[in-house]
């Protein structure tokens, strides 16, 4: 347990690192093409635009970082003080404070956020601007002064103890040793918070001095990855081997490099061939000189090119530096899986890829296995969730209206992953359970989305359906009449269940809430709560266009008393792994009777104008009247 809270921690550290960086890297690219192209060694030497690169490397960047570190904690209040904060770090110190701004930022996000919390409701009407203002300017102006005579002398021994580091490490030999740490992390779960947590800010230092940095090709080499991917394209099985070229092109070309890390997690002594390609690149960046001029983000073969100083030596050091690492990955990877026992479940691979990281991959829906054609003569469509109450039964609601829309005769219903009847020829599922569902139902043709309330994959099925549907007419109104025999849906959705106006400071808190409201009403056991939370963490209760409908486990589905409902309304939005949900609808479902209003909500909020209204409405009544007119 506490090996995993460790991981827990780590992960979430990492994150939030990268978290401050990413949003900006826009900024980055930038910076790095005006120093290519106009510095005196530059494509098109220009000493007037020459004089854009050092005030965006010393003020805009670590601003730009300074205040998405604060809005990160305190939203818009809290990237404000960030940003003052940070300037205490930036004219403190003649380096680029990247690592300054990712301390200063957070803090004063943390402290104004502190200070919000403690005059909450204290202030009198009337005051609100004015205390928020100038709470915001004195506790930022105070930051802003301990950084300039405490954190920035601070931030700047220890940059330049690390450049030190850095340039004994090239002076000896040893920064190939570097690989043995960065590749497996970054193959865990590190990868964005190695690069521009930790290289981009030294980096950006040497650059500024010697005008360019190895620093910044040690996580962004390609070669590694492109070595064991092309393994799997000669020696690799099944759908491994199959889908290891496309998989190249995305990571080499894309710089994707998470894509890989599935290939090497399903044989894991590919982390050899990972730190051997690694060290080997290195060792050949050293030795021919190479080095950026630019963050390279993503990690493509086409962002290094771009970033890479202007002369013929160092176009050679680097595309030599990433040929001899992706030469030796792909030995030492082809010798591994010619060896040894190979598993063919990329899907679990991908899969526990994504608990490592500890959010949900971009990349994890690319390893789906791959479906034929739509079965002919479809007569059952299925959505599946865990819990079968919640998600599923929105998106069957929202599919079965276009099917009577499309005036096709084909049965849609929600269930349970684990109750998914074997008959079922069509399974819609989120991406992150398509696997689960494959293995239930392997003969059914599967479809992953990540958006119940306005997939594309709904139009596009409905299309492949019309031109083929013979769900017999009594099986439909068999289905019908069960639909209409549910108990009533009056008083599921109460005016004392509605809140509107409600902040939260993560998702967690937001689902806590919803399961207290339906603790209170007496609709579930106060242990549904909990299993709330685990739903969740399981797999996203974001349901698309802003909306989240938290519920608990299949297994808690005991716990539920009666069927109910809470309407949280959060105007600011709360994230959700990424997403932000404005409005929250907490779910107690019992016997089926939620059915019916849960299909009027899923509904309404297929529309993003009801969305918006609902999210500006001024009271319960109004709010429930936007839900109760579809």
Known sequence: MAQSNIKVAVQKFGNFLSSMVMPNIGAFIAWGLITALFIPTGFFSNESLAKLVDPMVKYLLPLLIGYTGGKLVHDQRGGVVGAIATMGVIVGSDIPMFLGAMIMGPLGGYII???????????????????????????????????????????????????????????????????????????????????????????????????????????????????????????????????????????????????????VLMRPLLIIAAILGGMSGVFTFVLLGGGL??????????????????????????????????????????????????????????????????????????????????????????????????????????????????????????????????????????????????????????????????????????????????????EEEKRVSAENNTDSNDGLLKEENVFLNQHFSSKEEAIRFAGSVLVKGGYVEENYVEAMIDRDNMTSTYMGNDVAIPHGTEEAKKNVLRSGFTVIQVPEGVDFDGEKVRLIFGIAGKDGTHLEILSGIAITCSDMDNIEKMVHAKSAKELMAIIQSN
């Not at 580091?165 to 190695?194: C, Q, R």
């Not at 074997?422 to 003969?443: F, G, M, W, Y």
Request: glycine share 10%.
């Open 113 to 263: 956020k502190k200070f919000d919390q403690f005059i909450e409701g204290k202030v009198k009407t009337g005051f609100e601007m004015l205390i928020n203002n100038f709470s915001a300017g004195i506790l930022g102006g105070i930051l802003a002064i301990l950084a300039f005579l405490g954190v920035s002398p601070a931030v700047d021994g220890f940059t330049g103890a690390l450049v030190v580091g850095v340039d004994w490490m090239v002076a000896h030999g040893l920064l190939p040793l570097t690989s043995i740490l960065i590749e497996p992390a970054k193959i865990l779960f590190l990868n964005n918070a190695i690069n521009h947590g930790i290289l981009s800010p030294i980096g950006a230092e040497q650059i500024r001095t010697n005008g360019q940095s190895i620093l910044l090709l040690l996580e962004t080499n390609p070669g590694p990855g492109l070595g064991i991917l092309l393994a799997y394209c000669f020696f690799g099985k099944g759908t491994a081997k199959q889908s290891a070229p496309g998989a190249a092109i995305i990571h080499f070309i894309g710089g994707i490099h998470e894509i890989y890390f599935p290939y």
């Open 293 to 474: 001029q630019a963050v390279a983000s993503p990690g493509s073969i086409l962002a290094i090119l771009a970033a890479t100083p202007g002369n013929a030596g160092s176009y050679v050091a680097n595309i030599s530096g990433v040929l001899v690492a992706a030469v030796v990955s792909f030995i030492v990877g082809s010798l591994i899986l010619k060896t040894g026992k190979q598993s063919e479940d990329l899907d679990e691979a991908a899969r526990k890829m994504q608990e490592m990281k500890g959010k949900k991959s971009s990349v994890a829906g690319s390893f789906t296995k791959q479906q034929g054609e739509v079965p002919a003569s479809v007569q059952k469509i299925v959505f599946a969730c865990d819990a079968g109450m919640g998600s599923s039964a929105m998106g069957a609601s929202l599919l079965r209206k276009k099917v009577k829309q499309a005036d096709l005769n084909i049965s849609v219903t929600n269930t349970a992953i684990s109750n998914i009847p074997s008959d079922a020829q069509i399974v819609i599922t989120q991406e992150e359970l398509t696997p689960r569902a494959q293995n239930k139902v392997p003969d059914a043709y599967h479809i992953s989305v990540d958006n119940f309330l306005s997939s594309p994959e709904y139009d596009k099925l409905i299309d492949q359906l019309k031109n083929d549907h013979t769900t017999s007419k009594a």
